[in-house]
């Protein structure tokens, strides 16, 4: 008879992936609530966690992926179906009962939530995590976005042919360089502070005004644009998608500051949407030669006109990348931080050495988007076009 809860960490699975959901460090914490961790061996190698490092913390290994799915309660993962095009193959490897627990991408990838929800199992997405105080050590996609922030600066500094800081030496004036940020939420923060740690002119633009104290605190210029954005941010702290008019009118007022720019770094996402086209192809035409945008809204086609998700294109001699999953390029320090934001995250879940499914807690409810054999979340339903659940009517959607 088992006597734990097993927490099941298979190896991830999504293509260049070199993260893992749970670090060594974190199995003490599950095994004091307990619970037991069974790894798939060879899960953390690639981010810097050898399987030894598993087995001193009391990690037990598995010889292989089906040994973990078939004897774990709970799936601990970075991505899971929906979002991995990888992940279907982990479909009939679930069982009724089980939980997982990763970021899923329901609101873009709604029918793979649906077959997850047709396996019976109780899935939980970490993009869905709401922005409120007490699910702040549980914001996974805050900490993926810090990493993409500070590498999406490395990856420009490195294709820029000019250098970041001014410098005085014998054979004259070095002068910084320009970067012009656009989004000033967690990852265009971080590239605002990596910016200025490398010695840049930053000057930053977020269709909400209230970030400018943020983006100033760090020493940069806040561009001001003045247009109705009053409805530019929901009650989850996310930007809101705006209307085409709103774009077309901010595009020709950021042309001029662009054109100046020797590095442009582009942030803007909206959840479960396509991103918005800010910088178009004139606007590149207009930069100089050898200038350099990280487009980080690449994976939700871009906020360039240019951008080829998972490629570097030039044109009119500007380099324009488009990173995908880029928290994976810096694997130790991102698995380090999503194991912290899922440890927490089930530690919140699990009581009394049982997975409780609480719809009165916030940060359940709002996580939990299949469960029962059938989609719970209001607001993947509505994507569906399924009618609200009657059980949900008195919980209010999300927002």
Known sequence: MKNHMIVGIPRETYPGARQVALVPDAVSALAKAGMEVLVESGAGEAAGYPDKSYRDKGAKLAADRDEVFSRADIILQVHASGANPQGDADLERLRRGQAVIAFLEPLSSAKAAQQLAARGVAAFS???????????????????????????????????????????????????????????????????????????????????????????????????????????????????????????????????????????????????????????????????????????????????????????????????????????????????????????????????????????????RETLVAADGEIVHPRVREVLGLAPRAAAEGEGESD
Do not use: W
């Not at 970490?126 to 996974?140: F, G, K, V």
């Not at 500070?150 to 500094?157: F, I």
């Not at 012009?180 to 930053?202: C, N, W």
């Not at 003045?226 to 950021?254: C, H, I, N, V």
């Open 126 to 364: 970490m993009e869905l995590m709401p922005r409120i105080t007490r699910a702040q050590s549980m914001d996974a996609l805050s900490s993926m976005a810090t990493i993409a922030g500070y590498k999406a600066v490395l990856l420009a500094a490195g294709y820029l042919p000019r250098m970041f800081p001014m410098m005085m030496t014998a054979a004259g004036t070095v002068t910084p360089a320009r970067v012009f940020v656009i989004g000033a939420g967690v990852a265009g923060l971080q590239a605002i502070a990596s910016s200025r740690r490398l010695g840049a002119i930053v000057q930053a633009y977020d269709v909400r005004p209230a970030v400018k104290e943020q983006v100033e605190s760090l020493g940069a210029r806040f561009l001001e644009i003045e247009l109705e954005a009053a409805d530019s941010e929901d009650t989850g702290g996310y930007a809101r998608e705006m209307d085409e008019k709103f774009y077309r009118r901010q595009r020709e007022m950021m042309t001029r500051v662009i054109a100046e720019s020797d590095v442009v770094v582009t942030t803007a996402a909206v959840p479960g949407k396509k991103a918005p086209v800010l910088v178009t192809a004139e606007m590149v035409k207009g930069m100089r030669l050898g200038s350099v945008i990280v487009d980080l809204a690449a994976e939700r086609g871009g906020n360039c006109e240019l951008t080829t998700p998972g490629e570097t294109v030039v044109e009119h001699g500007v380099s324009i990348i488009g990173p995908v999953n880029l928290p994976s390029s810096v694997p130790f320090h991102s698995s380090q931080m999503y194991s912290k934001n899922i440890t927490t995250f089930l530690l919140h879940l699990v009581k009394e050495g049982k997975l409780t499914i609480d719809p009165e807690d916030e940060i359940t």
